[in-house]
């Protein structure tokens, strides 16, 4: 799963364990397995799934569906589930993941094709979480109810002839506030409903279901631990995101913040006019929870940002925010900014998202955050000329040309360090002159554009991974024939 990938960076140790836990492991199962007899039943949502919804709030009139499917295993006879899906987990990259609940307190990362497996065990979410994903099944839904005498928290449920109709709960989006979630259900082929999801009613998700019944042995197999070895176990507090900030110095002056959540670090470069942040972080609505699970540790809409805010007073006593860059409107770069505005930052945003960027951050009603408590608001400044703040120690806000990622974005260039930060248009898994797989259109846009624009011994960093690649190795990039290949196609 790709925001733990950086988490399991330095786990070998973890790994050369394997061989003692694997026993103890297969035991295990044998024992929880029990005898045969009980169904396991997989139900799968098949459909157009508007990834939009996830960092776009207010922004009218852009759709972007993509294939989709949602699937959930579940048993008659037990508590264990399985949740795998596919589609587009961000504008730019393809994906298939897997997390099995094998049991009440343990929460497995199964990497079939990529074995080990990742284990979390100890997580006290861990039972509440595959309940809300078992929801997904209508059926399992319905059969919840009836057990639970017609009342499940959080959930506003309408049957129809004894079928799930509707279900209506709420979740907070940071650039949508706090809006109505609705599953409709359609039951004209009773084998095969049609779901469809709306989010402040906009319809996000639009699929078909199916039910299938496992046989024994794949049923039993859904279990077992990827290429029959022990998994890497990681420690439980680190699902579903861990937040462990900490400061790597770049020069006196400029440095990065690792670990603001799993898999985001942003850049601070302190000019004398105050510290200049690149992103305001928030965290993720996970809309296959029923109801939709909270952001990141239960942090709200701002707590991730504030926490950065908190982390940097630490670090730089009596230093004051000048100012926030966004990168680029998605809610896990620019979702966080109030927590800027309220620390009496600036708030930089792209010239073709400032207005969207300034509507959605202000909107009624606010989430509970310190800008709400403080009475203000957020006012954003499009950048759309370069923008350089301190003399001394600069750092210049530089507006990039459309990326395919997501319209115009900024990449914020701290000019002693020569370190140019940006965000999703390059993320470098090594040190190799190679665009990412799955990501080859906007890497190799993005290595077009900084040979073009960018000294050859200036270094990127970018907000996913702890890799900087000096320009001079983004030219390599451009010059590849994959790079070339697609130029060429345009
Ligand atoms: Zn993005």
Redesign the pocket.
């Given at each position: 799963m790709r925001r733990l990938g950086s988490m399991l960076v330095g786990n070998e140790a973890a790994r050369r364990r394997r061989g003692a836990r694997l026993l103890t492991w297969t035991t295990a199962l044998l024992l929880s397995a029990g005898p045969g007899g009980a169904r396991t039943t997989e139900f799968c949502l098949e459909g157009l799934f508007d990834i939009g919804v996830r960092?776009q709030g207010l922004r009218a009139g852009v759709s972007e569906r993509t294939p989709t499917t949602w699937c959930v295993v579940t048993e008659d006879d037990g508590d264990r589930v399985v949740y795998r899906a596919s589609g587009k987990v961000?504008?730019d990259l393809d994906d298939s993941w897997a997390v099995a609940y094998p049991a009440a307190d343990v929460v497995r990362i199964v990497n079939r094709d990529d074995p080990p497996d990742v284990e979390f065990r100890g997580v006290e979410v861990a039972a509440a979480e595959a309940r809300r994903v078992r929801r997904l099944d209508p059926r399992r839904l319905a059969e919840e109810l009836e057990s639970r005498g017609g009342v499940i928290p959080d959930l506003d449920i309408e049957l129809d002839a004894g079928r799930i109709a509707w279900v209506t709960s709420r979740a907070s989006f940071p650039l949508r506030g706090e809006v109505p979630v609705v599953w409709r259900w359609r039951w004209d082929d009773p084998a095969a409903p049609r779901a469809s999801l709306t989010v402040e009613s906009e319809v996000v998700f639009e699929a078909s279901g199916r039910w299938r019944e496992l046989a024994a042995e794949e049923a039993t197999a859904l279990w077992q631990l990827s290429g029959g070895v022990a998994p890497i176990e990681a420690p439980a507090e680190q699902w579903p995101a861990r937040v462990a900030m900490r400061r790597i110095d770049l020069d006196a002056h400029t440095f990065l913040v690792r670990g603001v959540r799993t898999g985001f670090q942003h850049l601070v470069v302190d000019t004398e006019q105050g510290l200049v942040v690149a992103d305001a972080p928030a965290g993720w609505v996970e809309l296959h929870h029923l109801p939709p699970r909270d952001l990141v540790g239960g942090l709200g809409v701002s707590g991730l940002s504030e926490g950065l805010i908190d982390f940097l007073e630490a670090e730089a006593p009596g230093r004051p925010l000048r100012a926030v860059a966004l990168t680029?409107f998605?809610d896990?770069?620019a979702g966080g900014a109030r927590a800027f505005a309220a620390a009496g930052a600036e708030v930089l945003a792209p010239a073709d998202a400032a207005d969207f960027l300034d509507r959605s951050l202000d909107r009624a009603p606010a989430p509970p955050d310190r800008l709400a408590r403080s009475g203000g608001e957020v006012s954003v400044r499009a950048v759309a000329e370069p923008l350089t703040i301190g003399e001394r120690r600069p750092v210049t806000v530089l507006p990039m040309d459309a990326s395919p990622?997501?319209g115009d974005q900024l990449g914020v260039w701290a000019r002693d360090a020569d370190i140019f930060f940006v965000?999703?248009v390059h993320v470098p898994v090594d040190e190799e002159p190679r665009p990412r797989t799955g990501r080859e259109r906007t890497e190799c846009w993005f290595a077009g554009w900084a040979t073009g624009h960018l000294g050859p011994n200036t270094r990127v960093a970018n907000s996913h991974s702890a890799v900087t690649t000096p320009v001079s190795r983004l030219r390599e990039i451009a010059a590849s024939p994959t790079c070339r290949g697609l130029t060429a196609a345009r």
């Open positions: 960092h961000n504008p680029h998605h896990d770069h990622h997501v965000s999703d």
